[in-house]
Nanobody, 123 residues
């Protein structure tokens, strides 16, 4: 089971840090991804990290602004979001699947999903 938290309301240009907490399993051996679903749009993969070695992959839309990181001891994955813009508004989800060397940003790859956390960026 994974659960995302840390969302909220922030002004454009501000920052938020989201967290994804895992329970019942270690993060080693898994890929943990963050997804963004804007109102009326499909869920988009924005960042993923390997629980094995911390290798990361970020979508072009967030490179240089968002950073995914992992704390294996606390079984938590973070998403630091800087320079937030109104188009970043939406629900953010974390998801998990077995790693196997695949850092996929595609939602169908992931088997286990947590409840999302709402992020609202005001202009």
């Amino acid at each position: 089971q994974v659960q995302a938290f840390g969302g909220g309301l922030v002004q454009a240009g501000g920052s938020l840090k989201l967290s994804c907490a895992a329970s019942g399993f270690p993060l080693v051996g898994y890929a943990i991804g963050w997804f963004h679903q804007a109102p009326g749009k499909e869920r988009e993969g924005i960042a993923v990290i390997s629980g094995d070695d911390g290798t990361t992959r970020h979508a072009d839309s967030v490179k240089g602004r968002f950073t995914i990181s992992i704390d294996n001891a606390k079984k938590t994955v973070h998403l630091q979001m800087n320079s937030l813009q109104p188009e970043d508004t939406g629900v953010y989800y974390c998801a998990v699947n077995y790693y196997g060397g695949n850092l996929s940003l595609r939602a169908p790859f992931y088997q286990y999903w947590g409840q999302g956390t709402q992020v609202t960026v005001s202009s």
